[in-house]
């Protein structure tokens, strides 16, 4: 999400650069504007209601995100570490707290400013909570508010869930934003801001559901990093964001018209041999390598779960101006880690269904309890009742010292090998859709 | 005479003392829950609930005619064999034993699971159960964050209701007002038993071991309510009747173990490098309510759930807000008058290990000496352990 690499630029990436770089700047200059900034997640985050509040947000799983592929995130690990984090907890936190630890320069290796609010608003992972705990000792002078997401755990949103944030958002957050604003929510920005992402998350749809074609015309998940860069940070309900989608869905839709591949950061996919859905998180620290395993073989991902951990909207969930916080409500409830293991092997299940996929690929994150405990269990009820192979690998996010080049190619080659001797016992005509 | 018939009464008392400690030692090695089969056996309406730590309210259970049992995994007493194809090696080592358990099917006569919300593991491996086990109850316990009685807790009372009817339905025992009542009784009487003997260990900690205070707790997990209220009341006394005499030892709070259990190695290990544990979270399902719950109102699930909002123990798996857990453990030590702190956490536990700093920094600047150390739930080999808590207990003696 929001990554910067030499990939070759469409105009919808320059336009994303172009937003980014712009945040940073108006986070460097708070100190003159007096903009008032929150820190908040991205798994069912409150974009809008910090828009209609005029204050930015920060993501500190986008600055640790953004340290491992710049290189940076082993050393902020590693300070962390010094002062006393164990080396087997989520690397975000511990690359957040180096950074921070080693004066907080973000991405654009700009002065990130210290957050006035904390909204520790956590959805489909517990590590959020923690995270913020520590955080809120390092900022003590920073206010915090708690928005708790129930779990659905029984595979549907639940009426008291929806009540309980709703309820916790008109006691708690809003309130607590108000006081740092300095001034009351407005019903009718934030309904604007709802509509607009609204607009975005049909173009979004639209683009991943391109996947469908074949060949693909986007790789879902090295692609689709990119893709969810401004609606799950800092953009959604913006112009801005609308205008970017935009711009993507025309580039999309020109890829289908002239039958083409995705682009990799080495061209565009000519021939497209295997069709893949991934489960978990990509690996930041060599994302590049990473992506090149594949696309080296000619596999493109038609389905990522990765790409709906900040929302999900394959289902037909929209942001609703006409009921403003039961769509936050729904939208942090329905995330894809939020939702049960039933749910989510339903969600890879259709994704292989829709797009007709080959194979499904596991990458294990060793830091991230939140994806990967439960994830052999899941691979076993998917290749039990599908019968396609799937490939399970294991990396970290941004600690370098978990990510092993041979070990990971070891499997995938065997895993490659796989589909290539199903491919050749089950022919498929490879249809243009 | 006198002499000798006062010998043959503490003799008396401690062969009890004995076979009580048997018994619960006996109930902990018991993976194939001999006792909960057999008390299950007593009558075709009762059923059995396992339950994840740390806590849940086990009133509710009680109520409806049926058994509570803590699942603490298996610890160092089955190998894992199916346990390992479902945990990858950087997850904690409880839910292997417990799939383990599960699979091999230790857990039979159990009905249904609560998964409690503590932690992801936790929370994935209610998503193992549904996958497994769909035939029974699988149901996710989650407690508010926030503390407002007007919002946490309307959710929680009806995450409590509807718990209560998800249990109706395995036995068509509804659990009334004064079922729910009764159970909230014998529950806080068990809650003041366990404060007693807790209280009783930190000022004689040389009249019981740290594992054997473990395991008279470690019981309640398993045992009915009166059987283990019971059980506490007879050893209490023998355990006074000791005639023990205390040795150089310092006092340590152990904190960081609420979930998956130390081995009991490594508890005695500890002790038996020079610390006495006066204070441990290795249980803290059974001490999460400082306060008796009131047992005679006309609504008693009102009072679980404001004695959830009020009355609950600080822990890694609940928001701090604004009682900063840190001052909660140093009021604790104080309390117990502890000369340290040892923190010893499972493996890849993330809650433990990340108020670990936070934690560690807060003792430092109350100058309370603390130590860190990890383990897993099957670790065999305490030499580490034993070196660094000798050393702290060594240091501590030394310059305090
Ligand atoms: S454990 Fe996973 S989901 Fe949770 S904060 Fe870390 S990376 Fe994010
Ligand atoms: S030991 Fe820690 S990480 Fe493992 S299940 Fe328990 S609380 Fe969760």
């Given at each position: 999400m929001g990554l910067t690499m030499?990939?070759?630029?469409?105009n919808s990436m320059i336009k994303q650069k172009q937003m980014l770089s712009d945040h940073f700047m108006a986070l460097s200059q708070v100190k003159e504007t007096g903009k008032k900034v929150a820190y908040t997640f991205?798994?069912?985050?409150?974009t809008e209601l910090i828009t209609a509040f005029d204050m930015l947000p920060v993501y500190p799983e986008i600055n640790s995100l953004q340290s491992g592929m710049r290189k940076k995130s082993g050393d902020f690990i590693r300070e962390a570490e010094d002062v006393?984090?164990?080396?087997?907890?989520?690397s975000y936190v511990k690359c957040d707290i180096g950074m921070m630890l080693q004066g907080n320069i973000g991405p654009t290796d700009q002065l990130l400013p210290s957050p006035?609010?904390?909204?520790?608003?956590?959805?489909?992972?517990f590590v959020f909570m923690k995270w913020f705990e520590n955080l809120r000792r390092l900022y003590p002078h920073a206010e915090i508010a708690m928005l708790h997401i129930p779990y659905q755990a029984d595979g549907r949103v639940d009426p008291a869930a929806v009540k309980y944030i709703k309820d916790q958002l008109t006691k708690d957050v809003i309130p607590k934003f108000e006081k740092v604003a300095g001034k009351r929510l407005s019903d009718t920005v934030l309904a604007e801001c709802l509509s607009r992402s609204a607009v975005a998350e049909d173009l979004l749809m639209n683009v991943f559901e391109?996947?469908?074609?074949?060949?693909?015309?986007?790789?879902?998940?090295?692609g689709g990093v990119y893709y969810i860069g401004p609606i799950f940070t800092?953009?959604?309900?913006s112009p801005a964001c609308v205008g970017y989608y935009e711009e993507l869905w025309k580039e999309v839709q020109y890829r289908i018209a002239h039958k083409l591949g995705p682009i990799t950061p080495d061209g565009a996919?000519?021939?497209?041999?295997y069709r893949l859905v991934v489960e978990g998180p990509p690996n930041w620290t060599n994302f590049r390598d990473f992506w090149k395993l594949f696309y080296d073989h000619g596999a493109v991902f038609v389905?990522?779960?990765?790409?709906?951990?900040?929302?999900?909207?394959?289902?037909?969930?929209r942001h609703s101006p006409d009921d403003p916080l039961g769509s936050l409500a729904e939208y942090c409830l329905g995330c894809y880690t939020n939702r049960n293991l039933p749910q989510r092997i339903e969600l890879i299940e259709k994704f292989i269904t829709d797009c007709d996929a080959d194979g499904l690929v596991i990458n294990s994150i060793k830091s991230c309890n939140s994806f990967s405990a439960g994830q052999l269990a899941m691979m076993r009820d998917i290749e039990e009742r599908r019968g396609i192979p799937v490939g399970f690998i294991e990396t970290d996010l941004?600690?370098?010292?978990?990510?092993s080049y041979s070990n990971i190619k070891n499997r995938l080659d065997s895993f490659f090998q796989m589909l290539e001797q199903r491919k050749e016992l089950q022919p498929r005509a490879r249809v243009i859709a | 005479m006198m002499n000798s018939v006062a010998d043959a009464m503490v003799r008396h008392q401690q062969t009890d003392l004995a076979a009580s400690l048997d018994q619960a030692k006996g109930l902990f090695n018991d993976l194939s829950f001999a006792y909960v089969r057999d008390w299950k056996g007593q009558n075709p309406s009762r059923r059995v609930i396992g339950f994840l730590p740390i806590?849940?309210?086990?009133e509710i259970i009680h109520a409806h005619g049926m058994l509570p049992v803590g699942l603490f995994g298996a610890g160092d007493r089955i190998p894992v064999v199916k346990g390992d194809a479902y945990f990858?090696?950087?997850?904690?080592?409880l839910p292997r034993t417990v799939i383990e358990m599960a699979l091999n099917g230790?857990?039979?006569?159990?009905?249904g699971f609560i998964f409690p919300a503590i932690c992801d593991v936790i929370r994935n491996l209610s998503g193992i159960f549904q996958l497994k086990f769909n035939a029974k109850l699988i149901r996710y316990l989650d407690f508010p964050q926030n503390f407002d009685p007007e919002v946490g807790g309307v959710f929680y009372r009806t995450a409590l209701r509807q718990l209560s009817e998800d249990l109706a339905r395995l036995?068509?025992?509804?659990?009334d007002v004064a079922a729910l009542n009764h159970s909230i009784s014998l529950y806080n009487e068990n809650r003041r038993l366990v404060k007693d003997l807790s209280d009783f260990r930190a000022a004689s900690p040389h009249k019981v071991s740290a594992v054997e205070y473990y395991l008279i707790l470690r019981a309640g997990q398993t045992l009915t309510i009166e059987d283990h209220n019971a059980f506490v009341r007879r050893v209490m006394p023998q355990l006074a009747e000791r005639d023990a005499l205390p040795e150089d030892k310092i006092r340590v709070v152990v904190s960081g173990?609420?979930?998956e259990q130390p081995p009991l190695g490594l508890i005695r290990t500890i002790e038996n490098a020079?610390?006495?544990?006066?204070?441990?979270?290795?249980?803290l399902g059974l001490q999460w309510m400082g306060d008796p719950i009131p047992?005679?109102?006309?609504?008693p699930l009102a009072a679980l759930v404001d004695a959830y909002l009020t009355k609950s123990t600080y822990s890694s798996?609940?928001?701090?807000g604004d009682h900063p857990k840190e001052e909660q453990l140093v009021a604790q030590v104080r309390e117990r008058r502890a000369d340290g702190v040892i923190f010893c956490a499972p493996s890849f536990c993330d809650p433990a290990l990340l108020d670990r700093p936070l934690l560690e920094k807060a003792m430092d600047r109350s100058h309370i000496r603390h130590i860190s150390f990890q383990y897993h739930e099957?670790?065999?080999?305490?030499h580490v352990v034993k070196e660094q808590a000798g050393t702290f207990a060594d240091m501590i003696k030394l310059w305090d």
């Amino acid at each position: 999400m929001g990554l910067t690499m030499d990939v070759q630029k469409e105009n919808s990436m320059i336009k994303q650069k172009q937003m980014l770089s712009d945040h940073f700047m108006a986070l460097s200059q708070v100190k003159e504007t007096g903009k008032k900034v929150a820190y908040t997640f991205v798994p069912g985050n409150l974009t809008e209601l910090i828009t209609a509040f005029d204050m930015l947000p920060v993501y500190p799983e986008i600055n640790s995100l953004q340290s491992g592929m710049r290189k940076k995130s082993g050393d902020f690990i590693r300070e962390a570490e010094d002062v006393g984090y164990p080396e087997d907890v989520c690397s975000y936190v511990k690359c957040d707290i180096g950074m921070m630890l080693q004066g907080n320069i973000g991405p654009t290796d700009q002065l990130l400013p210290s957050p006035d609010i904390l909204l520790l608003s956590y959805t489909g992972c517990f590590v959020f909570m923690k995270w913020f705990e520590n955080l809120r000792r390092l900022y003590p002078h920073a206010e915090i508010a708690m928005l708790h997401i129930p779990y659905q755990a029984d595979g549907r949103v639940d009426p008291a869930a929806v009540k309980y944030i709703k309820d916790q958002l008109t006691k708690d957050v809003i309130p607590k934003f108000e006081k740092v604003a300095g001034k009351r929510l407005s019903d009718t920005v934030l309904a604007e801001c709802l509509s607009r992402s609204a607009v975005a998350e049909d173009l979004l749809m639209n683009v991943f559901e391109s996947a469908r074609h074949k060949p693909s015309p986007i790789d879902a998940y090295f692609g689709g990093v990119y893709y969810i860069g401004p609606i799950f940070t800092s953009f959604r309900g913006s112009p801005a964001c609308v205008g970017y989608y935009e711009e993507l869905w025309k580039e999309v839709q020109y890829r289908i018209a002239h039958k083409l591949g995705p682009i990799t950061p080495d061209g565009a996919i000519t021939e497209e041999k295997y069709r893949l859905v991934v489960e978990g998180p990509p690996n930041w620290t060599n994302f590049r390598d990473f992506w090149k395993l594949f696309y080296d073989h000619g596999a493109v991902f038609v389905g990522s779960t990765y790409t709906r951990v900040g929302g999900l909207y394959d289902y037909g969930f929209r942001h609703s101006p006409d009921d403003p916080l039961g769509s936050l409500a729904e939208y942090c409830l329905g995330c894809y880690t939020n939702r049960n293991l039933p749910q989510r092997i339903e969600l890879i299940e259709k994704f292989i269904t829709d797009c007709d996929a080959d194979g499904l690929v596991i990458n294990s994150i060793k830091s991230c309890n939140s994806f990967s405990a439960g994830q052999l269990a899941m691979m076993r009820d998917i290749e039990e009742r599908r019968g396609i192979p799937v490939g399970f690998i294991e990396t970290d996010l941004v600690d370098p010292r978990y990510y092993s080049y041979s070990n990971i190619k070891n499997r995938l080659d065997s895993f490659f090998q796989m589909l290539e001797q199903r491919k050749e016992l089950q022919p498929r005509a490879r249809v243009i859709a | 005479m006198m002499n000798s018939v006062a010998d043959a009464m503490v003799r008396h008392q401690q062969t009890d003392l004995a076979a009580s400690l048997d018994q619960a030692k006996g109930l902990f090695n018991d993976l194939s829950f001999a006792y909960v089969r057999d008390w299950k056996g007593q009558n075709p309406s009762r059923r059995v609930i396992g339950f994840l730590p740390i806590y849940i309210p086990r009133e509710i259970i009680h109520a409806h005619g049926m058994l509570p049992v803590g699942l603490f995994g298996a610890g160092d007493r089955i190998p894992v064999v199916k346990g390992d194809a479902y945990f990858q090696s950087y997850i904690c080592h409880l839910p292997r034993t417990v799939i383990e358990m599960a699979l091999n099917g230790n857990l039979d006569a159990f009905d249904g699971f609560i998964f409690p919300a503590i932690c992801d593991v936790i929370r994935n491996l209610s998503g193992i159960f549904q996958l497994k086990f769909n035939a029974k109850l699988i149901r996710y316990l989650d407690f508010p964050q926030n503390f407002d009685p007007e919002v946490g807790g309307v959710f929680y009372r009806t995450a409590l209701r509807q718990l209560s009817e998800d249990l109706a339905r395995l036995n068509g025992v509804a659990g009334d007002v004064a079922a729910l009542n009764h159970s909230i009784s014998l529950y806080n009487e068990n809650r003041r038993l366990v404060k007693d003997l807790s209280d009783f260990r930190a000022a004689s900690p040389h009249k019981v071991s740290a594992v054997e205070y473990y395991l008279i707790l470690r019981a309640g997990q398993t045992l009915t309510i009166e059987d283990h209220n019971a059980f506490v009341r007879r050893v209490m006394p023998q355990l006074a009747e000791r005639d023990a005499l205390p040795e150089d030892k310092i006092r340590v709070v152990v904190s960081g173990s609420f979930c998956e259990q130390p081995p009991l190695g490594l508890i005695r290990t500890i002790e038996n490098a020079g610390c006495y544990i006066v204070e441990d979270d290795f249980q803290l399902g059974l001490q999460w309510m400082g306060d008796p719950i009131p047992d005679d109102t006309a609504d008693p699930l009102a009072a679980l759930v404001d004695a959830y909002l009020t009355k609950s123990t600080y822990s890694s798996a609940v928001y701090d807000g604004d009682h900063p857990k840190e001052e909660q453990l140093v009021a604790q030590v104080r309390e117990r008058r502890a000369d340290g702190v040892i923190f010893c956490a499972p493996s890849f536990c993330d809650p433990a290990l990340l108020d670990r700093p936070l934690l560690e920094k807060a003792m430092d600047r109350s100058h309370i000496r603390h130590i860190s150390f990890q383990y897993h739930e099957n670790l065999g080999q305490f030499h580490v352990v034993k070196e660094q808590a000798g050393t702290f207990a060594d240091m501590i003696k030394l310059w305090d």
